[in-house]
Each structure stands twice: as C-alpha cells, then as structure tokens.
Nanobody, 114 residues
C-alpha cells in the first residue's frame, strides 16, 4: 500500500521561500501513469490543487500559481518536492500530497507570519 508523508518547516516569515517534501513509500514515483499532486487547504477554505509531477517527470501547474511555484523530484529518494518562491500570509494552509491512486498524506501545516 502506498503511503505519502509530507514534511516542511512549519512556520516561516513572509517573503521567505518554502520547500515541502513528499516522501513516498510502498510504491515508486516513476510508476506508469501515476501523478503526484500538491494540494493545499487554507483555514476555513476549500482544497486548492497546486500542481503535479507525472511519472514521466513532466510537471503541471495551476495557471494561477504557475509563476510562483515549482515541483521537482528525486527518484533516488522517491520524493516529490514543492517550492514556493516567496510566501505571504495567504499561503498559510495545510499542504497535502496525493497520488492518482487515491492515497493522501496526512498533510503538513505551514504558517506564514512575521
């Protein structure tokens, strides 16, 4: 069974970069036809799909976030990483990674505050 685990800094200040990692176990991030998405949920709001890494290494981004984020992978570590160039308090949210098989991580809280 595939398991996903997000990790990140927790608390950071505005204008700082953010890097979050999704570590996958029980499966490979290069498995054919699998996509690994980053999704976030700000407090009191709905889920927002941010982007995805395909099994092939191709990346896909939400048009509204495309200029602000990047997604990469390390196949040797079976990890997918989300980077935000510069955060604002509006980036405060629980960040999840999920795969196309329906598996989700438990989420990691990111709080942006001065």
């Amino acid at each position: 069974q595939v398991q996903l685990q997000e990790s990140g800094p927790g608390l950071l200040k505005p204008s700082h970069p953010l890097s979050l990692t999704c570590t996958v176990s029980g499966g490979s991030i290069t498995t054919n036809n699998f996509y690994w998405s980053w999704i976030r949920q700000p407090p009191g709001k709905g889920l927002e799909w941010m982007g995805a890494m395909a099994y092939s290494g191709n990346t896909y981004y939400s048009p509204s976030l495309e200029s602000l984020i990047s997604i990469s992978r390390d196949t040797s570590k079976n990890q997918v990483t989300l980077q935000l160039i510069s955060v604002t308090p509006e980036d405060t949210a629980v960040y999840y990674c999920a795969d196309t098989g329906g598996s989700w991580g438990q989420g990691t809280q990111v709080t942006v505050s001065s």
